[in-house]
């Protein structure tokens, strides 16, 4: 039924439990499981942490691809685990929730997959924030688990 999922994952207990769905969706229709996890370019963060000016900001990026990097291959590992097949991850730098939605466009995704809440998980929310705005700016179906 779905031809290409795309699972964002954050390493959080969240994505998690989204991942393994995905990756229980992935065996059932035989689809593509494609993992994404997305990081923050430093001038994103430097409006959010408007104290840190680092003398060569690219390095900030550099740590932040890395670990978004290691944060996904775990994921692609966990789905593996879970059985699935024909996962691939990928690491794409921006605002997260914009680049999940235009991921999936660009990969003609059929489902999106994510947590309700991240690695955030403030209490008095029931959805994080990306969960919201990909729920509302996708144009395939979202799954929020
Ligand atoms: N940077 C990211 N890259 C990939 N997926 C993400 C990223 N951030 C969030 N997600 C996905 O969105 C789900 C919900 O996370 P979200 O960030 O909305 O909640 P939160 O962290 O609890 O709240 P907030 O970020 O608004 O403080 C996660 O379980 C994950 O599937
Ligand atoms: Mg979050």
Redesign the pocket.
Known sequence: MFKNIV????G?E??RK?LKLAAGLQVTCKSELLI????RHHSLLEASMSMVRPDDPEILDDVMRDHAKQVAEEAKEMAVADGAQKVRAFVKGGQ?ART?VKFAEDHHADLIV?????????EG?L??????K?TSLADCPVLVV
């Open positions: 699972v964002a994952s954050d959080s969240g994505s989204a994404l996890t997305v990081f997260p999940i994510l947590g309700s809440r991240g690695i955030g998980d403030r929310f959805l994080g924030s990306v969960s919201h990909v």
